[in-house]
């Protein structure tokens, strides 16, 4: 490997900026770090070439550990997005800096700048000095610069930020070509997707700290696995479906649910404009029937033609997920149409379609929509307006509903009404018979309960801990899903009974690596991991007990509602204590 | 006139010349030629016997000497003062940074005195220093002491904000292509930031020259030893000697603008190859 980033973790002021970052990138790659502004792709950059000081992890380039290696002696080029050629000195003489600082012979530098104007097509350009040369040249100069060394690997941040369009995309094929020839690995920052799909080998997706997804182009367009790269590459459409042995429907189930009926499951599927099709009545179309929506805008964008159309009869379409565009009257889709597919069905604003969609993606996330769940209104609002249910739906482009229910107070003794629980995550306010909400929501067949303090502000870590191991990969799946978009550290607490024999131990810590590995590859999440020995709600209220508020994972296993009650039990005064961090409880369903 | 007219925000060409003129005239020009009317009016003998004067000539290598000692001493201490308040964010910076204009503000005998008052053999500081067998009042160092402390704000106002533009990138630059700490502040930082620093130099070191106020307390004012020049020309003036105050007071005026022209003509230089890199 020649670039190999292990768990890096990178703080300012307490808050991780880069957070459990692990990457890999082969001799010889490609790899575009994209994200928005502010997602900590730069700071990792920095991290790798030494001039950022990382606070966890390791770095390595080409097998040695660099983490300790000051910038100098890493090796690495660096280009910067303005340049930052020195302008009291040539052309000639920026590009041989980094041999005389390696006091070459006056011969072999000049060979060198020679070697390198010629590779950036700026021969002759020797004696002018920087303010001279356009922007597009001078960024020419400060890769030549940047290479003069034979560096092994290069790292660009935003080289393309404050060129124009038209320079832009050239200087993009001279990198590329460069690159190429070269053989060199390389790391190029950017927040322009567009710059991701053209140069890249491989992209990584960064938001708030975190490395999302890694992947090739067309897997990370085709089958993204997180809300945030399905909508951060390229447009998307999120709609919440319900899978059951049937197949996948758009329309909400039945409450209570028929007797008959196979258990359903609420999912997030991604619905790109261009897979969408139009029909003037659902008997025309060639695809899966979605709903009926009216147009709204009509927008002609040259090749294509884009639309932006309003799903209205709720009761038989989508729930909308996607946060701005859902509203009361409707949920707003993206449409765009091939200008063959706008002959074949010209529309108009006001105009009534039938939508079909010809593939969607499902999401591997296991957190679908949130309910707040109370006896009142009101009660409900507070609980859907706590800093973190708030904070998680915005993230997760989600809506949070709200379901009254009275039962919830009742004592659990009485037979468990036909009545279902929500699908997704039910949240119950916690506080004095908050445990005894949370049991009726369980009695009730959900499978996720966050149960909060609606005063408390966001968690600032989170402490995952799993009653059983059956219970283990539900719960990292989970917690991935949350943690990606919540900017907290995370740690996992095993907890094992105190009189473990010696040979268990060792036992139960290989479950628990095996574990973290397993997180980190199928959900692209490091965290840290602690075995502990003794009684389980000590260790958690002591992990806890720390003065900032914590969010606590707790896994369950696929039992009957019951059962998983009664594996709660030890930890019930947690979620009756008043002004308590949150509690998410994962029952295994998978 | 017009063709040296050039298109600028402050209105009229004739005017704003006329201004400078004028300006220049009253306040610098005339009085001088006043200077060197009055000091060149005796005679080739008179003149050469008052400035050749024994007394006069320990007076000049303690001025210019004292002057440029403290000068070197502003620019390294000065630029160390700049750099620690541009980089570092530090409890208590802001106060520092409003202290160094302090000399500015206090009247010079003040300092003089205050300084005189620490560093007198009974004083807190010459106490100490007296014990290891150095003197700094009533000698030559006293001087250069109150030349310090006059001329320090001049370096660091000088040097700060071109230190301040001294891009954050260009040191990042560097450090990745190899060059040590020393390598960057010699090829990368010194570069950008020496036009400011001699600026600093040369003010500091005018001041120090035509400093009076501070000086006369700590020197002790001993002929041939800790006698500076302009008191040398207040004491021709208090025993009615206007001939040879005004000579004194003219080869001093030359000298100074010998050496000023010729720091000018260095950073000049400078300058020139700075603004060619597109400064």
Same mark, same amino acid.
């Given at each position: ?265 609420e ?19 060639? %695809?899966?029937?979605? $709903?009926? !929506? +009216? /147009? &709204?805008?009509? =927008?002609?964008? #040259? ?63 296991p957190v679908s929509?949130f309910s ?49 629980a929500p699908l997704g995550v039910a949240a119950?306010? %916690?506080?004095?018979? $908050?445990? !005894? +909400? /949370? &049991?009726?929501l =369980?009695?009730? #067949?959900a499978t996720q309960v966050l ?23 539900p719960?990292?799946?989970v ?74 994972i ?30 998410l409880i994962v029952r295994?369903a998978? | ?279």
């Open positions: 490997m020649s670039i190999e980033l292990d768990q890096v973790t990178k703080r300012y002021q307490a808050v991780p900026v880069v957070n459990d970052v692990s990457i890999e990138v082969a001799e010889g790659e490609f790899l575009v770090l994209l994200g928005p502004s502010g997602s900590g792709k730069s700071t990792l950059l920095r991290a790798i070439a030494g001039l950022t000081e990382i606070d966890r992890g390791r770095v390595s380039l080409h097998g040695r550990d660099v983490t300790h290696v000051s910038a100098r002696e890493r090796e690495v080029g660096f280009v910067f997005q303005h340049y930052a050629l020195f302008r009291h000195m040539t052309i000639g003489e920026n590009i041989e800096f980094a041999l005389r600082v390696r006091h070459a012979k006056a011969a072999e530098r000049r060979a060198r700048r020679q070697e390198l104007l010629r590779l950036v097509a700026l021969e002759g350009m020797d004696h002018r000095l920087p303010a001279q040369l356009s922007g597009g040249q001078q960024q020419r100069i400060a890769v030549a610069r940047a290479l003069a060394h034979r560096p092994k690997v290069l790292l660009m941040d935003e080289p393309f930020g404050a060129l124009d369009a038209k320079i832009r995309e050239e200087l993009r094929r001279t990198i590329r070509q460069i690159q190429r020839e070269l053989g060199i690995s390389t790391i190029l920052v950017t927040h322009d997707q567009e710059e991701a799909f053209a140069l890249a080998d491989r992209i990584g997706v960064m938001h708030q700290g975190r490395l999302l997804e890694c992947g090739k182009p067309d897997d990370l367009y085709t089958r993204p696995a997180t809300r945030f790269v399905s909508t951060f590459l390229g447009a998307a459409n999120l709609l919440l479906g319900y899978r059951s042995k049937d197949g996948i429907r758009f329309a909400p189930p039945g409450n209570p649910a028929p007797a008959a009926a196979s258990p359903v499951h999912i997030v599927t991604v619905l790109r404009p261009e897979e969408v099709e139009l029909a003037s009545e659902r008997k025309g179309l060639k %695809s899966t029937f979605v $709903g009926h !929506a +009216r /147009v &709204e805008e009509v =927008l002609f964008g #040259g090749a294509v033609e884009r639309l932006r159309v309003r799903m209205q009869d709720r009761g038989t379409v989508a729930s909308a997920v996607k946060g701005a565009a859902a509203s009361a009257d409707g949920t707003l889709l993206e449409v765009t149409r091939t200008l063959p597919e706008k002959r074949q069905l010209p529309v108009t604003p006001g105009q009534r379609v039938a939508l079909g969609a010809r593939r969607i993606h499902v999401l591997p996330t929509s707040a769940v109370a006896t009142t209104e009101d009660d409900c609002a507070r609980i859907a307006g706590s800093p973190l249910l708030q904070a998680l739906s915005t993230r997760m482009l989600t809506r949070i509903n709200h379901r009254i229910e009275p039962a919830i107070v009742q004592p659990p003794n009485g037979k468990p009404a036909r009545a279902l119950v306010e %916690s506080g004095p018979g $908050g445990a !005894a +909400r /949370v &049991e009726w =369980l009695r009730h #067949g149960c909060l303090d609606p005063e408390r502000p966001v968690p600032a870590r989170v402490v995952i801990h799993a009653v059983s191991d059956a219970a283990l990969r719960t990292m799946a917690a991935s899903s949350l943690l990606r978009n919540l900017p907290a550290e995370a740690a996992f607490l095993d907890i094992q009974p105190q009189e473990l024999p010696e040979d268990e131990r060792a036992t139960q810590l290989r479950h628990l690596l095996d574990a973290r590995s397993e997180a980190a590859a199928v959900h692209g999440l490091d965290v840290r991991t602690e075995l502990r020995f003794g009684d389980s709600a000590t260790e958690l209220s002591k992990e806890l007990a720390a003065e900032d508020t914590a969010l606590l707790v896994g369950l296993p696929l039992a009957p509602a019951a059962d998983a009650w009664q594996r709660l039990r030890p930890i019930a005064k947690l979620l009756d204590a008043r002004g308590g961090g949150p509690v295994a998978t | 006139m017009s063709r040296f007219r050039q298109p600028s925000i402050l209105p009229g060409f004739g005017l704003t010349l006329g201004f400078t003129t004028f300006f220049l005239s009253a306040i610098v020009l005339i009085p001088l030629a006043a200077l060197i009317i009055k000091g060149s009016s005796p005679s080739l003998a008179a003149l050469k016997d008052i400035l050749l004067d024994p007394r006069a000539i320990a007076s000049y290598r303690l001025s210019f000497g004292a002057a440029l000692l403290a000068a070197v001493v502003n620019a390294i201490f000065g630029f160390i003062v700049a750099w620690t308040l541009v980089r570092y964010e530090f409890p208590g910076r802001r106060l520092v940074d409003a202290l160094i204009d302090l000399p500015f503000a206090l009247p010079t005998a003040v300092s003089g005195i205050a300084l005189t008052a620490v560093f007198a053999p009974n004083g807190w500081l010459g106490e100490k220093l007296a014990s290891v067998g150095v003197q700094v009042a009533y000698t030559w160092v006293g001087v250069v002491v109150a030349l310090i402390l006059i001329g320090l704000p001049f370096v660091v106002r000088s040097v700060q904000p071109a230190l301040i533009e001294v891009q954050r990138d260009l040191e990042d630059a560097a450090e990745t292509l190899g060059a040590s700490p020393w390598q960057i502040f010699r090829r990368i930082i010194m570069p950008a930031v020496l036009p400011a620093l001699l600026t600093g130099f040369t003010l500091a070191f005018a001041r120090g020259i035509g400093e009076y106020g501070s000086v006369v307390f700590i020197s002790g004012n001993l002929p041939m030893k800790t006698e500076i020049t302009p008191l040398l020309i207040v004491i021709k003036l208090e025993q009615f000697d206007y001939q040879a105050a005004a000579a004194l007071g003219l080869a001093m005026l030359v000298m100074s603008f010998v050496m000023l022209f010729a720091i000018n003509l260095v950073q000049a230089w400078g300058r020139r190859r700075h603004v060619a890199a597109g400064r």
